[in-house]
């Protein structure tokens, strides 16, 4: 099951990040002071959600392992 699990998960990942939606960024102005500011939540929005599905997947193979064990 982690196995499969494991698949599923590449190819999420693959499909979002070679999406070329996902590349596309409109031009602005990143002298402005708000742009760093901004690309900082940004960034951290993303880490935050990562962090999330990380956490997810580390409870489902704990659960996983502990019912595989009786």
């Known amino acids: 099951m982690l196995r499969h699990l494991s ?7 693959t499909l979002v990040l070679f ?8 031009g602005h102005d990143h002298a402005h002071w708000t742009s760093t500011v901004l690309h900082v939540l940004f960034y951290a929005s993303i880490a935050a959600a990562a962090a999330a599905c990380a956490f997810a997947i580390y ?11 009786d």
Do not use: E, I, M, Y
């Not at 999406?19 to 409109?26: N, V, Y």
């Open 7 to 13: 698949l599923k998960l590449q190819l999420a990942l």
């Open 19 to 26: 999406s070329p939606f996902l590349w596309a960024h409109p």
């Open 59 to 69: 409870k489902v193979v704990k659960r996983q392992s502990l019912t595989q064990g």
